[in-house]
């Protein structure tokens, strides 16, 4: 019998319409066993993750509910729109089950274009994950990052679990965040890159189409172009890494539409962002972006 893929995901509250979608999109392209879900989550008994449940469900998939303890996350940095919910998939390899050697880590905010089975078959040996570059970061002396290293996202992770429990390294990381606040920006992934920055396997980025690919136009990227192409001709995994998301009425994403497209088949099908999702200040950071 074909094992079984594992995934993993968190989501707070705000974030189940949009966990909605991305698992709608990743039904949508899964063949062979049936995919097991774990969810690092306080809100499985709110009416919109039930629904969430119902969701897995009649997919015919396995939904683990994985309840957290906050206390290891309690004071590390936190900025912006961030909960401690940016935190938990630190606890992932000590809340699955250690009979689970690996897991494929997924953000709420992409859509799944493709089988990930391809991906959850790369084989990550002696690694403790693999991932794609983040194009865009280049503050490598303050995380102490050595020159030539590049630097992950953490949206899209293939964790081996067995290499995290056997290295401590979920300790290890949050050592880092709670020691150096100063040096952290990006909150988790942060930190998993000053710890584990030589022992990662870097990922095609299709696997990861993060935002700044769809707006390259006159910047330096360390992506060739032809691999920019590819990736905006047949993205694997859309990931919307902007501070407009499509759920925002002004995002301009050029693949927005497909977070409809995968949104009408749960039960958030008639969500359509309203006025209020951005405020005069968002409106003028947007300009400031455009400027850029």
């Given at each position: ?24 999109s990743l039904f ?8 097991v ?6 809100a ?17 998939h396995?939904l683990r ?7 290891p996350l ?22 699955i ?13 992409l859509?799944v274009?493709?089988d ?10 002696g ?36 290499h ?9 990381v ?6 150096n ?5 990006a ?5 998993l890159?000053?710890?584990l920055?030589?022992q ?14 769809f707006e ?14 590819e ?19 002004w995002?301009?994403?050029?693949r927005?539409?497909e ?11 008639d ?22």
């Amino acid at each position: 019998m074909e094992p079984n893929l594992h995934v993993a995901i968190t989501t707070d509250e705000k974030y189940i319409q949009h966990a909605g979608a991305m698992l709608a999109s990743l039904f949508a392209h899964a063949a062979g066993a049936p995919l097991v879900i774990h969810c690092i989550t306080h809100a499985a008994g709110t009416p919109d993750f039930k629904k969430l449940a119902g969701q897995v469900a009649r997919a015919g998939h396995q939904l683990r509910v994985l309840v957290p303890d906050d206390a290891p996350l309690r004071g590390l940095k936190l900025s912006d729109h961030a909960t401690t919910a940016v935190y938990y998939r630190l606890l992932l390899p000590e809340l699955i089950d250690p009979a689970v050697p690996r897991v494929l880590y997924l953000d709420s905010d992409l859509i799944v274009k493709e089988d990930v089975r391809q991906l959850w078959n790369t084989e990550v040996g002696g690694y403790a994950l693999a991932a794609v570059r983040d194009p865009l970061f280049s503050d490598y002396e303050k995380l102490g990052i050595p020159a030539g290293r590049p630097y992950f996202n953490s949206g899209v992770m293939l964790l081996n679990l067995d290499h995290w429990r056997q290295h401590g390294h979920a300790r290890e990381v949050l050592a880092y965040i709670r020691s150096n606040p100063d040096k952290i920006t990006a909150w988790d992934q942060d930190g998993l890159n000053a710890v584990l920055h030589s022992q990662w396997l870097e990922l095609h980025p299709r696997w990861n189409v993060q935002t700044i690919l769809f707006e390259h136009a006159g910047r330096d990227l360390p992506v060739p172009a032809d691999v920019i192409a590819e990736c905006l001709a047949n993205p694997a995994v859309i990931h919307y890494t902007a501070k407009f998301k499509p759920w925002h009425r002004w995002c301009e994403h050029p693949r927005k539409g497909e977070y409809y497209r995968y949104l009408a088949a749960t039960p958030w099908r008639d969500f359509r962002p309203g006025e209020s999702a951005a405020s005069p200040l968002q409106t003028i950071w947007k300009r400031l972006l455009r400027s850029v």
